[in-house]
DNA sequence: TATATTTGTGTTAATACTACACAAAATAAA
DNA sequence: TTTATTTTGTGTAGTATTAACACAAATATA
């Protein structure tokens, strides 16, 4: 077959943001370089020749940004011939969801700077990237509801009402208190401490655990959470 | 940056077979060429510089295996460095159900011989393509449980034993045929003729017809089959 | 004519979901 | 110090969905 194919392989990270009472963000970078100097873009670049992809995306969003993470999930991969307006990129997308406050930002050489931005009050971005958010922010409403996958987000211990809060901020909507607890404890992974916290106004809030090894096990097992209700 | 990479692209295609009575089945090719010449693989290639990831991936079916198809979904990128051993490839999977017997398999220069092989008695594959393939059956079978994906596979009009046989054989399990026959006429896209199937042994079968318009108006309305309990 | 095969059909019990409101415990304000 | 405000914690009843289950009808085949 002998053919020649220049094609550069990229990845690109969306990183949504959740912190307790907070919106749900996603962090960007402003570019420094052509094409779309000073848009707002996903971080990411490309992938080394002996690098595997989920290094590749981890590298470049510590590099572009300053935030480690260890858990990225692959999304999709955009290929259009004409994405990038060079030449021709495909580029394997991945998302996480991590806490904005856990980081320091720090943009590098390439980018200007990088930011926190709310979801719901985006700039214009680069490339397809608004597609690939787009797709992001789908799946990782559509991930919530069958998996739990906020509880990194959570302090340890933390008031049932951060885990509410969490799912009405990412879901965009309101959720039926007493049933999502209800359905919550179900899965028994969730624990009461005899902890009270240290509150601010109203009624002191008993601490709850996430117990990690119960849920581990469930996920093990192909259990598969249900909180399509919500 | 500027930064040298020398990454090929390719796509592969896990393309299942179905068809009434049989077995689930998978289009291999076996490879003409090194590495792994005279092993069996999922049709595949790399993908030219002008051309899309599904033009790629149709085209390189087409021309290993004789095959066209319309509906393939992106499945997973596979990237480790080492998963070919000569350079550095990435693959972007695709994955598509059919009828087999709807296409006369034709192999070409690249793929010796292609082959449908029942999913239960697979051959050794070539470089990672067991686990493409593994990741492709697992999709394959949750996807159905919230899609009803399968009406492609059947005759236009079909006894309904032949839908329950399909689900049957893809999730690798018996269904209780009452139960799913309830719930699929709960979603009212199918629909009763009044004609009789031309039979063999046992009672004679009602046909019943696919209403694609209604199913797609149901999807465009974000309607979310739930078969889960098959 | 008897046997085997396949289709077609309904009910009941158990489970899960939805919708909904008010008292208790604390802080903040008057 | 009293009152208002905020937030937590909790139960039930009606509805919908699911799961489990068996036998008669219609045909082909032996």
Chains 1, 2 share one sequence.
Do not use: C
Not at 45 to 54: Q, T
Not at 99 to 109: E, G, L
């Amino acid at each position: 077959m002998a053919l020649q194919q220049d094609i550069k392989v990229a990845v690109d990270a969306v990183v949504f943001g959740y912190e307790s009472k907070g919106n749900l963000s996603v962090l960007l970078i402003k570019r420094g370089v052509e094409p779309f100097k000073n848009t707002w873009a996903l971080p990411g670049g490309l992938v080394l020749e002996d690098e595997s992809l989920e290094a590749a995306v981890k590298r470049e969003l510590k590099e572009e940004t300053g935030v480690t993470i260890d858990y990225l999930e692959q999304l999709y991969t955009f290929g259009k011939p004409k994405r990038d307006p060079r030449n021709r990129v495909i580029s394997i997308s991945y998302f996480g969801l991590v806490r904005p406050n856990h980081f320091k930002i720090k943009a590098d050489t390439d980018a200007d700077e990088a930011k926190w931005f709310s979801v719901n009050d985006l700039p214009k971005l680069a490339f397809d990237h608004k597609t690939i958010f787009n797709t992001a922010l789908k799946r990782l409403k559509a991930k919530l509801l069958y998996q739990p996958i906020g509880f990194d987000l959570l302090s340890a211990e933390f008031p049932f009402s951060d885990l509410e809060h969490l799912y009405a901020t990412i879901l965009g909507e309101d959720i039926d208190r007493r049933n999502f607890r209800k359905k919550i404890m179900s899965f028994d992974f969730v624990e009461e401490t005899n902890k009270i916290a240290q509150q601010g106004s109203g009624r002191p809030a008993k601490l709850f655990k996430f117990n990690k090894k119960k849920y581990d096990a469930l996920l093990n097992d192909g259990f598969y959470f249900d909180i399509k209700f919500v």
